[in-house]
């Protein structure tokens, strides 16, 4: 989706302040602390003298930003954390908290005020850190607006394609027959009306809506002692809370709970932290099934790194017996803030909810610049003169698809797709953890829309030919939490998204939660609570809400059925390791003057690490052959198609009806579906007329009355509904004369027919091999064979660490 908002943005010639009011000496700069002590830095303004901590004080000579960093000071790394105080009030201000001594805390001051800047020696060796303080002046820049929330009507794909062109901020809640999208000002509902597309407003203030959200979350924060959470939180958090939280879940159980630091630093410098839960944690190469859970690769979307730090909450204090259990199969590697960058603009943002270009609130993106206009690359990401528009969308940013549709090609775009394929630190991070670990499950968390999502995000890609295993497991789910599980494609076409790499490159279930339906970070006891723990008014209410469906996915990658297995034996301290490279092509390149280039060819690596115990041993892998290649579902015609059906346009023309259902007036035509050996893959009903200002909307019922397909777009001279593998029995055709241009010589449609075709049969491709290696304890290779193993196949490999069996063993299928 798309942020803006009303902004703030850098002055020209900016100066930064010292650490004092005057220029420091170097040493100044160096804070030290004899011991390490366990506290939360950003809790409390602590007394000069206390044990672990160094502090400094400043003014700030500007009304604009504090940007305060920890750097190591000397050879050795430890973890230190930081805090920017009023000194005054003694409020927070600013924090950071991460697993090392490289910190960023970052947030708004006002000329004059004076702040303390505490540093907090919390482990490691490290006896000094180096301190760097800057100020950042900001003038104040935009106009208020009044933001909207409407629902577009997209009933037929080519609406959906037209939406998705003119580059507004689509929400993801919408269905087959409409999306709602933000209109942030004047400028984007005149794009909205000049398109053609019909709308209707859901929400005509989304400022007050902001506001009132706001107060609600401060009630509630203050009213409630402890909320029914596994870790009792009423608010949500920032990025320093989750940051001090995810390492003191890991010091009060080191033997089941490892925080690390993922792979590569942000845009901005920021480590990016997460836990890892299994039974023996610090054994990563154990052969367990590896389930990661993940949020917020957009900013704005505050509930879903909730979510996953209470999932974190959940698995590390041992849950029911079923977490239990489950935990004792698995791993579990948890990301809650997949975008620290982004977020920290948007959780410390003042709140204006306009989706102004500088509304930073509403931010959606990560913070990479290189790619706007060169007179907008000045500034930081929480102020600069692009705003929110700067950045890259992560979740358009990973390989699977790349390139094609349902991705925004130009930097300001709000799905913008970066420059290449895991262009981003944010994607390269979830790119080794998926590559490395050979993860069998995984979902990505995203706000709002009530939705279940699963590969494919394209519909001409085809599902996969494991799609009702797919589904059963995503409705098995979405029966959890009352979301609508789907294809992704089934809500707008999307490229460049988490799972339909992850899924189409490794094999690993992969699906997109969509939480709530009220907003972005709607009211923390509704979006949280409610819709994490099963409460009323969530959808999954009395069902168990997404700790069950979390816990249903856990329970799936435990299950031997739902991944691949290899057992053999091995020495003591062998190293075994399954490991494959590949390169799949992206989507042909759309680019913006409208061509298309030749798709990219991407080469990954996927490997998966067993080091042996001695004897047998058993090792949960993915399927080696990834989805890509493995082919398409579908089925084999049993029989022709039926024949194709006219309908006949009844005498009269009824009344114009904008209201259906709810007026019922319009023209039915019945139709029968199925017959003695005819075989329907999908049947189309199409109508036509004259004019494209007449406008008739079309619907299909079935016996019971339900609406099964719709058409019901605007601007055209004709409407066609779907249905794929309709099941046999009576149908009826509901035209409704939406619109006349001239009701006294109405423009009455003419044409009408069912065309019925053959389902589209499976393609099966070719089958991939994974290359097991074994070392032993002196890293000799000792042991080489290939290995074909299947979801839910076992493939014993026997004593493969042995020459002999290196030499003659028989490659299996």
């Known amino acids: 989706m798309r942020s803006r908002s009303t902004a703030i943005a850098?002055?020209?010639?900016?100066?930064?302040?010292?650490?004092?009011?005057?220029?420091?000496?170097?040493?100044?700069?160096?804070?030290?602390?004899?011991?390490?002590?366990?506290?939360?830095?950003?809790?409390?303004?602590?007394?000069?003298?206390?044990?672990?901590?160094?502090?400094?004080?400043?003014?700030?000579?500007?009304?604009?930003?504090?940007?305060?960093?920890?750097?190591?000071?000397?050879?050795?790394?430890g973890d230190w954390d930081l805090a920017v105080f009023d000194k005054a009030g003694g409020k927070v201000v600013a924090g950071s908290a991460a697993l090392r001594s490289r910190e960023l805390a970052e947030s708004f001051v006002t000329k004059g005020q004076r702040l303390v800047v505490q540093a907090c020696r919390y482990g490691g060796p490290a006896r000094t850190v180096t301190l760097g303080v800057d100020f950042l002046a900001l003038t104040p820049q935009?106009?208020?607006?009044?933001?909207?929330?409407?629902?577009?009507?997209?009933?037929?794909?080519?609406?959906?394609?037209?939406?998705?062109?003119?580059?507004?901020?689509?929400?993801?809640?919408?269905?087959?027959?409409g999306v709602e999208v933000v209109l942030a000002d004047d400028a984007d509902r005149k794009t909205l009306r000049d398109s053609g597309l019909t709308y209707t407003t859901v929400d005509a203030d989304l400022?007050?809506?902001?506001?009132?959200?706001?107060?609600?979350?401060?009630?509630?924060?203050?009213?409630?002692?402890?909320?029914?959470?596994?870790?009792?939180?009423?608010?949500?958090?920032?990025?320093?809370?989750?940051?001090?939280?995810?390492?003191?879940?890991?010091?009060?159980?080191?033997?089941?709970v490892k925080a690390f630091t993922l792979a590569e630093p942000t845009v901005e410098g920021r480590d990016v932290v997460a836990?890892?839960?299994?039974?023996?944690?610090?054994?990563?190469?154990?052969?367990?099934?590896?389930?990661?859970?993940?949020?917020?690769?957009?900013?704005?979307?505050?509930?879903?790194?909730?979510?996953?730090?209470?999932?974190?909450?959940?698995?590390?204090?041992?849950?029911?017996?079923?977490?239990?259990?489950?935990?004792?199969?698995?791993?579990?590697?948890?990301?809650?803030?997949?975008?620290?960058?982004?977020?920290?603009?948007?959780?410390?943002?003042?709140?204006?909810?306009?989706?102004?270009?500088?509304?930073?609130?509403?931010?959606?993106?990560?913070?990479?610049?290189?790619?706007?206009?060169?007179?907008?690359?000045?500034?930081?990401?929480?102020?600069?003169?692009?705003?929110?528009?700067?950045?890259?969308?992560?979740?358009?940013n990973y390989a699977g698809f790349w390139g094609g549709n349902g991705a925004g090609l130009a930097w300001n775009s709000e799905t913008f797709r970066g420059p290449a394929p895991f262009s981003e630190p944010e994607t390269r991070n979830i790119r080794a953890i998926v590559s490395g670990r050979a993860v069998t499950n995984l979902i990505t968390l995203h706000t709002y829309g009530n939705l279940l999502l699963r590969p494919p995000g394209v519909a001409d890609v085809r599902p996969p030919l494991e799609e009702p295993v797919v589904k059963a497991l995503a409705?098995?789910?979405a029966s959890r939490n009352g979301y609508r599980s789907i294809?992704?494609?089934?809500?707008?076409?999307?490229?460049?998204?988490?799972?339909?790499?992850?899924?189409?490159?490794?094999?690993?279930?992969?699906?997109?939660?969509?939480?709530?339906?009220?907003?972005?970070?709607?009211?923390?006891?509704?979006?949280?609570?409610?819709?994490?723990?099963?409460?009323?008014?969530?959808?999954?209410?009395?069902?168990?809400?997404?700790?069950?469906?979390?816990?249903?996915?856990?329970?799936n990658a435990a299950d031997p059925a739902a991944h691949a297995t290899i057992v053999g034996t091995a020495p003591k301290g062998h190293k075994l390791q399954v490991r494959k490279t590949f390169r799949t092509p992206t989507s042909p390149v759309r680019q913006p003057d409208g061509t298309t280039t030749a798709p990219i060819q991407i080469t990954d690596t996927v490997e998966s690490d067993y080091t042996s115990t001695g004897g047998r041993f058993t090792w949960a892998v993915n399927p080696s052959t990834r989805p890509y290649v493995a082919g398409r579902y579908g089925r084999k015609p049993q029989g022709p198609p039926q024949a194709a059906i006219a309908l006949a346009n009844p005498p009269g023309v009824p009344a114009e009806n904008k209201q259906y259902p709810t007026n019922a007036v319009a023209e039915r035509i019945p139709f029968t579906v199925g017959g003695q050996g005819v075989d329907n893959g999908r049947f189309d009903v199409s109508v036509s007329w004259t004019s494209t200002a007449t406008d008739w909307d079309l619907y299909v019922l079935d016996a019971a009355g339900?609406?099964?397909?719709?058409?019901?777009?605007?601007?055209?001279?004709?409407?066609?509904?779907?249905?794929?593998?309709?099941?046999?029995?009576?149908?009826?055709?509901?035209l409704v004369n939406y619109d006349q241009v001239d009701p006294a010589s109405p423009d009455d449609w003419a044409a009408g027919k069912v065309e019925f075709f053959s389902p589209l049969p499976p393609t099966y491709g070719v089958s991939e091999a994974y290359v097991l290696t074994c070392t032993d304890r002196h890293g000799r290779l000792v042991g080489l064979t290939d290995v074909f193993v299947d979801r839910g196949q076992t493939v014993d490999v026997g004593a493969v660490c042995s020459d002999s069996a290196r030499n003659g063993k028989q490659r299996r299928r």
């Open 207 to 256: 400022s007050r809506t902001s506001r009132d959200a706001a107060a609600r979350d401060r009630s509630y924060a203050t009213t409630v002692a402890a909320s029914g959470l596994p870790s009792g939180r009423t608010s949500y958090r920032h990025l320093y809370d989750y940051e001090y939280e995810l390492k003191e879940l890991a010091r009060r159980d080191p033997r089941r």
């Open 487 to 555: 294809p992704s494609w089934g809500l707008y076409d999307t490229t460049g998204t988490t799972e339909d790499w992850s899924y189409w490159a490794t094999g690993g279930f992969g699906f997109t939660f969509e939480i709530n339906t009220a907003g972005f970070h709607p009211a923390y006891e509704n979006a949280v609570v409610a819709e994490y723990l099963g409460t009323a008014p969530a959808a999954g209410a009395g069902k168990g809400g997404n700790r069950a469906a979390f816990l249903d996915m856990l329970t």
């Open 10 to 77: 850098v002055a020209a010639g900016l100066v930064l302040a010292g650490v004092a009011a005057s220029p420091a000496a170097a040493q100044d700069r160096v804070l030290r602390a004899d011991r390490s002590v366990v506290r939360a830095c950003h809790e409390a303004l602590l007394p000069p003298g206390t044990a672990g901590v160094d502090r400094r004080e400043v003014t700030s000579g500007v009304d604009g930003l504090i940007q305060a960093r920890l750097t190591p000071g000397g050879g050795s790394e």
């Open 706 to 734: 339900a609406v099964v397909t719709q058409s019901a777009s605007g601007g055209s001279n004709s409407e066609r509904a779907t249905l794929l593998d309709p099941p046999p029995g009576e149908y009826t055709a509901v």
């Open 275 to 396: 836990v890892e839960i299994a039974e023996n944690v610090g054994n990563a190469a154990d052969g367990k099934a590896v389930n990661l859970l993940m949020g917020v690769h957009h900013a704005r979307e505050w509930p879903a790194g909730e979510h996953a730090i209470e999932w974190a909450y959940e698995l590390a204090r041992g849950g029911d017996q079923a977490v239990r259990s489950s935990v004792r199969g698995t791993r579990n590697v948890i990301v809650p803030i997949v975008n620290p960058d982004g977020f920290a603009v948007s959780r410390e943002a003042e709140p204006k909810g306009d989706f102004t270009r500088f509304d930073y609130e509403m931010k959606r993106k990560n913070c990479r610049a290189a790619d706007s206009p060169p007179e907008l690359r000045t500034g930081i990401c929480k102020a600069n003169p692009g705003g929110t528009a700067r950045g890259t969308d992560p979740n358009r």
């Open 475 to 477: 409705d098995k789910m």
């Open 142 to 177: 935009g106009t208020p607006t009044r933001a909207e929330v409407v629902r577009v009507d997209t009933p037929e794909r080519a609406d959906k394609d037209k939406l998705l062109g003119l580059d507004l901020d689509l929400t993801e809640k919408g269905d087959a027959t």
